[in-house]
Nanobody
Framework: QVQLVESGGGLVQAGGSLRLSCAAS????????MGWFRQVPGKDREFVAA????????YYADSVKGRFTIDRDNAKNMIYLQMNSLSPEDTAVYYC?????????????????WGQGTQVTVSS
């Protein structure tokens, strides 16, 4: 059974940084792609970044490009999201997700497994 557990959220001032972690277990993920999404109340879940576990190729939403970096640690089955230059608009619950496909996807329906989310709050 696939389990994704996020951590690292919290409260940070605008301009600051946070690093989110996602611990993945229950499968060998080499044929998977992994994504980070975020959601604020009343809005749809929004794609943030994704990485192909096997190739390491990445893709970012325009809103975070140049500020956020997604990475993986194959040995530890961990996915990370380094977030720099945070702004109040980045405030959301951030979710880690896994897709049973190596090709990166941005649509939520492409992802098969989800974590419980971690809150990120950026104060102005």
């Amino acid at each position: 059974q696939v389990q994704l557990v996020e951590s690292g959220g919290g409260l940070v001032q605008a301009g600051g940084s946070l690093r989110l972690s996602c611990a993945a277990s229950g499968r060998t993920f080499t044929t998977y792609s992994m994504g980070w999404f975020r959601q604020v109340p009343g809005k749809d879940r929004e794609f943030v970044a994704a990485i192909s576990w096997s190739s390491g190729s990445t893709y970012y939403a325009d809103s975070v490009k140049g500020r956020f970096t997604i990475d993986r640690d194959n040995a530890k089955n961990m996915i990370y999201l380094q977030m720099n230059s945070l702004s109040p608009e980045d405030t959301a619950v951030y979710y880690c997700a896994a897709a049973r496909r190596a090709i990166i996807a941005t649509a939520t329906y492409r992802y098969d497994y989800w974590g419980q989310g971690t809150q990120v709050t950026v104060s102005s």
